[in-house]
């Protein structure tokens, strides 16, 4: 099982990015997908959710407005897109795949939003 993200970098602020995450190993189709994130000296926070078809989202209080989530089960990836990025917002995103009991995690991406 491999969850491999991608997109991160220094960014100003009010900028966009947009996070992928690429999964390999199980049955994509077949999980919830997530975006967390972790800021330093922080505890790790639910950023969004996508349901395994893609017909529902959820957004954390912080982000709403702001971020989208998306998935493309064809191509085993989901997405993250940022725009009107905070100072706030630094922190390193992570993706994760669950699914009754199993979950699984990326290695990490750093997003900074810095002048």
């Known amino acids: 099982v491999q969850l491999v993200e991608s997109g991160g970098g220094l960014v100003q602020p009010g900028g966009s990015l947009r996070l992928s995450c690429a999964a390999s190993g199980f049955t994509f189709s077949k999980y919830r997908m997530s975006w967390y994130r972790q800021a330093p000296g922080k505890e790790r926070e639910l950023v969004a959710t996508?349901?395994?078809?893609?017909?529902?989202?959820n957004y954390g209080d912080s982000v709403k407005g702001r971020f989208t989530i998306s998935r493309d089960n064809a191509k085993n990836t989901v997405y993250l897109q940022m725009n009107s990025l905070k100072p706030d917002d630094t922190a390193v995103y992570y993706c994760?795949?669950?699914?009754?009991?199993?979950?699984?995690w990326g290695q990490g991406t750093q997003v900074t939003v810095s002048s």
């Open positions: 996508i349901n395994r078809s893609g017909s529902m989202t």
């Open positions: 994760q795949a669950s699914d009754d009991g199993y979950v699984y």
